[in-house]
């Protein structure tokens, strides 16, 4: 559910401000909307403080081993240690890589001394390392010597001498910079400096807890101090704009009785830009994990449709993954993950959200090898364990049920938009489409799958194109009402094609997934293993791409769901 805000505005003297922003940031039920941009040295510093400090969270949380965590007695000054450290080490792997490059590319020559090159030049003679076809070695021209080193690939690499003026004709390659040996010993010296680095970062690592506690101070400091730049002031009274959920509106007005503050409730106007809350059902709150990774909210004025997002998405990742072994093993790894963290005391609700979305996506992927009789792969099996329903496992019937989850799908959106327009008789438009989009089933399984067009397709097709046209914007004169229906009416009857249509990805991402599995169990142990890995990841990463965007994309599209709106984040204090 989408949860009803109220438009706020707060007015307090300047003597009251900081307290007055304590005090709601205590309540934590203000959204703050800046009535101008925040700006200010302060601000300035705050944002370096919290850049320096995340990189510094950053390595220690790399290198950390779980020391005993103490607190620093200066943190800039530990953290400049930190970086310094992390810089010195980082440069030296970087130096530690060049040189190997270095003396990979000069081990075949040896270790022969530049200072004896440059003596021997100071002498008149020309010396050069060159490459030449190996058998044109044989063949120096007058004044040459060439004397090989090594050869490789028909090529010998020589040392080139002459005496006499003129180029050596052959193509010469620069001297390194250093002589093998000593690039060996700064190589070994290096090694040594990154060691002792990366020991003082894990000693470093008992500072991580400070560090994280000092990056939350720092980012709550840049949130006050934003809203207090970000406020409007007229003489002596500062005002704040925001948003708040309609049920907070009444803790709101007792404090502002008891701090006498102004404050003024109202309904946000068609051109506010209001925050999206979203409070789910029991039932629907494990899908808060997904929605927060996609980063995805519907608008404030827009729809809530988590319940069908999860109950879709589940079908859909049982279907693209579709193997009760990779499932099995999933919902193992969850279960020893879960039982780590109570034993660890590190079970957060969010991590515990997420382990009930992941048992739930699981057991989904569970079902589906079951009824498909697939358990890392079906072609090993070699007919032993039968699937529950082999219908499934007829491409044509896969296919076939893919348009139907499709139409049955796409048919909830038009049937909600059909809910949202009543009483109004523009809702009939809704009916239409719920028709065109059983049409566009029949039409992709006759061309698809080669079954005949029953003759209700036609009825549907034409009846659902009569409402859309005659009722787009229902008038008495009804040629006006039918040019007015017109307008997009052929493009959009095709994409409701291509998005039943659309959902065939079902079937072909989840066949790929059991001819990849079936492909890996004919491998040697290892290859099996990694093969066996590799697909599973990109089944995860199919349920990213397929299954979120039918959700998202085609279901949202037919809804008229823009996901245009941005998450209620309010003033508070970090949650520890």
Known sequence: MIVPMKKVFLFVQDKDLEA????????????????????????NQLKDDIKLLEQVVGYLTHEHKNPDQ???VDWEETADVVLGLAALRDGDREGIAKRQVQIEEWEPWGDFSLEDIAHIRAQGLKVELVEVPEKDVGNAPEGVILEPVFTKRGVARCLALSY??????????????????????EQLWLRKRVK????QLLDDSKYLDYFRRTLAQKREQLVFENVIEGREITGRINYIKGFCPVDAAGPLEAAAREEHWGLLLEDPSESDQVPTQLRYPSWVAMIKPLFAMTQIVPGYREVDISPFFLVFFSVFVGILIGDAGYGAVTLLGLIIFYFRMKKANRLTPGIKTSVQLGYLLSGCVILWGVLSGTYFGQGWLDGTVKPLVPWVNNERNFQLLCFLIGAVHLTIAHAWRLLQRLPSLTAV???GWILIVWAMFFIARMLILAYPLPAVAKFLLGTGIFLVLFFTKPQRN???????????LALNIVNSFTDVVSYIRL?????ASVAVADAANAMPFIGMVLLHVINFNLALLALMVHGVRLNTLEFSGHLGLEWAGFAY???QKTKS
């Open 569 to 571: 984040e309010p003033f």
């Open 429 to 431: 438009v809704e009916a």
């Open 20 to 43: 007055a922003l304590l005090r709601l940031r205590d309540m934590g039920v203000l959204h703050v909307e800046h009535l101008r941009t925040p700006v200010g040295e302060g601000l």
């Open 478 to 488: 009804l040629i006006k009402a039918g040019l007015a229906g017109l307008g997009n």
């Open 507 to 511: 079937y072909a991402v989840g066949l």
């Open 196 to 199: 002792e680095s990366h020991q």
């Open 164 to 185: 006499k003026d003129g180029d050596i004709p052959y193509k010469t390659l620069p001297f390194p910079y250093q002589r093998l040996s000593r690039l060996k010993e």
């Open 70 to 72: 103490v607190d620093a």
